[in-house]
């Protein structure tokens, strides 16, 4: 899904405060100040970006333009958005076509080898970038996610996708079609990056046997995954937002880890409500529990937001530093 951006004016907010003390007390606080800091400058912590179905890393009206606002609000920030293969076509194809699982691994050797990040990075994921990067969290964590921020992802997967937003709408029906043919037949689930977090309540067994993502880094299986539970608890702070008037995730709640009880597709049960938040499959009950999990909702459709938007809700989880 791509990113619709509207610019405003950004505040600049704080002002300093005019100071009155002796020369001796102000010597005193720069002297305290150079031992707490031990000399030091601070660097704001990096961010990588993760775009949604049918975008790139690097379009000026999405991600491009996410990249230039954190960059206004952090000046000599290191931004790093990621792109599946080497073009934007090749990026929004696999946004489609590759498999999730694959394209994890290679975002997992990309970060890996970037230095930039060798201290670790705040992460943030559109659309299926938010369970994208939930799964490099869980998987890899090298280097290490400190807030992972999900915008409008897809945690509990989907049941339907009646709205598909992209730049290339022939992909889109390409898509829909596969998945007409059957979400959990073996080369659907191989080839269409949605089919792999397609969560058919109404079928449960069967989403549980053949899907070939969701389920494992959900930890649905019998066989648990310690470390991925260990890995996303190590995470100083999770935030998801939802888009309450949002016609391409359904269910919308998904992007708070709700969805449908399991055999039928009415009546949605929150995340406080699920057997993976009950029993802690992933650690999300112990980070919600400590106070490190954000919910935001916005009105609005999948992804549209503006720019004073993302400043007052978004930036603030990006203001830290290494």
Not at 69 to 87: D, R
């Amino acid at each position: 899904a791509v990113v619709s951006t509207q610019s405003t004016g950004i505040k600049q907010r704080g002002a300093f405060t005019q100071l009155q003390m002796m020369n001796g007390a102000l010597l005193v606080c720069f002297l305290v100040s150079i031992l707490a800091y031990g000399g030091h400058s601070q660097t704001v912590r990096p961010t990588v970006l993760w775009h949604g179905m049918g975008d790139t890393c690097c379009y000026p009206f999405s991600m491009g333009h996410i990249k230039n606002l954190i960059e206004q609000n952090f000046p000599g920030i290191y931004v790093y958005s990621i792109e599946v293969g080497n073009s934007l076509d090749e990026d929004e194809w696999n946004s489609f076509f590759m498999n999730v699982n694959d394209q994890v691994d290679y975002v997992c050797r990309r970060l890996a080898n970037d230095t930039n990040l060798e201290d670790g990075f705040n992460a943030i994921g559109f659309s299926q970038g938010g369970q994208f990067l939930r799964a490099y969290v869980e998987r890899c964590n090298s280097p290490k996610v400190y807030n992972l921020i999900s915008v409008g992802g897809q945690h509990q997967g989907v049941f339907g996708m009646p709205n598909c937003i992209g730049v290339n709408h022939t992909l889109c029906e390409m898509m829909r079609k596969l998945l007409n043919m059957g979400a959990y037949e073996k080369f659907v689930q191989n080839h269409v990056t949605q089919a792999e977090y397609w969560q058919d309540p109404l079928n449960f067994d069967e989403y549980l046997e053949k899907n070939i993502f969701l389920p494992d880094i959900n930890n649905n299986l019998d066989q648990k995954n310690a470390t991925y539970k260990q890995n996303f608890e190590s995470l100083n702070h999770f935030v998801m937002v939802k888009f309450l008037n949002d016609t391409m995730v359904q269910p919308r709640e998904s992007e708070w880890f709700g969805f449908y009880v399991p055999g039928q597709d009415k009546i949605i049960q929150p995340m406080e409500n699920t057997t993976l938040y009950i029993e802690d499959w992933i650690g999300l009950r112990t980070l919600n529990e400590n106070n490190q999990v954000t919910f935001i909702e916005t009105i609005g459709e999948h992804l549209q937001f503006t720019d004073a938007w993302f400043v007052q809700n978004i930036i603030p989880f990006l203001n830290n530093t290494i």
